[in-house]
C-alpha cells in the first residue's frame, strides 16, 4: 500500500530536515544505498525525479534538478551514476546523464552528459577525462 500514511510521514520528515539543515531533497527522489550528504546536506536542492546512484558523495549547496521551459519547470532531470563525487554549489540541470565514477567539482554548471570515469570542472562544465 502506497501513500496514505507513508507518504504523510516522508513529507514530515522531509519539511524536519529543511527545518533542520536548510536543505530540499525530496523524499520522492530515487536516491541509492551508501549515498551521503556531507554536512547534512546544507542548502542543497534535489528534484523529486532525480535519480541518484549509490555511494555517491554530496557536498553541500548542490543543486540536482530540471530546467525551466516557457516559464515552468521540465519535468526531465538528472541520472547521476554510482560513486559519483560532486563539489559544493555544483549545479547539475536538465534530462543529462552523469556517469559511474565522475567527479564534478566545486561550482561547476553541468547541462551535458558526463561519461563513465571523466571530471568537469567551470561554468559551463568542461568535460574532461581523468588520468588516474
Not at 58 to 82: C, E, H, R, Y
Request: net charge positive.
Amino acid at each position: 500500500m502506497r501513500g496514505g500514511v507513508f507518504t504523510l510521514l516522508a513529507r514530515f520528515f522531509e519539511f524536519i530536515n529543511y527545518i533542520i539543515c536548510a536543505n530540499t531533497v525530496s523524499a520522492k527522489a530515487d536516491i541509492g544505498e551508501g549515498t551521503r550528504f556531507w554536512h547534512r546536506g546544507i542548502g542543497c536542492t534535489v528534484h523529486y525525479n532525480a535519480k541518484i546512484g549509490r555511494d555517491c558523495r554530496i557536498l553541500p549547496n548542490v543543486m540536482i534538478g530540471s530546467k525551466f521551459a516557457g516559464g515552468m519547470p521540465d519535468v526531465q532531470t538528472p541520472v547521476i551514476g554510482n560513486n559519483v563525487f560532486i563539489g559544493t554549489g555544483a549545479v547539475i540541470v536538465g534530462n543529462i546523464t552523469i556517469g559511474d565514477n565522475v567527479i564534478i567539482g566545486a561550482n561547476a554548471v553541468v547541462t551535458k552528459d558526463v561519461p563513465y570515469n571523466y571530471y568537469t570542472v567551470g561554468i559551463p562544465a568542461k568535460i574532461n577525462p581523468r588520468k588516474d
